[in-house]
């Protein structure tokens, strides 16, 4: 039996994930179809309900994060030691934390300040793209 894939998002691939009329709808559609799990913490939660509402309007951004609280699928991280392994852009650390907090095998960005993590030795993290992520959940491009 294959372990399931257990994910980061980071905010901008849950935003552009949202809208049925993005070609990375998937993103959204797969993680509400229960066929992966998504790792959260309290900070990021509010991260993307601010950069949502900003996106499209405080009602889509409340019904997200309403439908990412009661998946069973989407799983609370408490943090309990801060990393600070990005230093380009200190804000992206929280994503970082809570990939190694919860052991997930991806996180999934098209950030690059993320890149600086393929550098790093210890503690070791998956960074991958939007395309690389697609091929995991088998969407064909």
Known sequence: MKDRLKVVLDTNVLLVSISSKSKYHWIYTKLVSDEYDLFITNEILME?????????NYTVARNVIKSLLILPNVHKTSIYY????????????KFVDCALNSNCH???????????????DFPKIEVRDIN???EQLGING
Do not use: G, P
Request: charged share 30%; proline share 0%; hydrophobic share 35%.
């Open 48 to 56: 993307y309900e601010e950069i949502i509402s900003k996106k499209y």
């Open 82 to 93: 801060n990393w600070n392994l990005i230093s380009e852009d200190r804000d992206d650390n």
């Open 106 to 120: 991806l996180l999934v960005t098209n950030d690059k300040h993320f890149q600086v993590l393929k550098t790093i």
């Open 132 to 134: 690389y992520f697609a």
